[in-house]
């Protein structure tokens, strides 16, 4: 949890670098609300995806990309989402779901 919250606090301050210009304090605010609500979904991932695998006693592989059989218990929401890219999900009419590889 101290991980996560340290390297959004990482984020922020590399957003606080870049040439973002608000002009009004409701602004900021939104945007600090919105990173808040990014930090949230974040932390239920993490929380949610370690819970399952420890009712499971399980492991997680796959996620490095330089190890790929490297397991671990408690995988990042990073790490989770970054294995989800390249891969479209459509939804059929029919009802069907089928993810194709990109």
Do not use: W
Request: aromatic share 8%; hydrophobic share 45%; proline share 3%.
């Amino acid at each position: 949890m101290l991980e996560t919250i340290y390297q959004f606090i990482l984020v922020v301050d590399l957003l606080a670098n870049c040439c973002i210009f608000l002009a009004n304090e409701d602004r900021i605010i939104g945007l600090m609300f919105l990173l808040t609500i990014a930090l949230r979904c974040f932390t239920l991932i993490e929380f949610q995806v370690r819970q399952s695998l420890q009712t499971l006693q399980t492991h997680q592989v796959g996620l490095y990309t330089g190890n790929p059989k490297r397991k671990t218990e408690r995988p990042s929401a990073e790490q989770l989402l970054k294995a989800f890219v390249g891969m479209t999900l459509y939804h059929h009419r029919d009802g069907t779901i089928r993810p194709l590889q990109g």
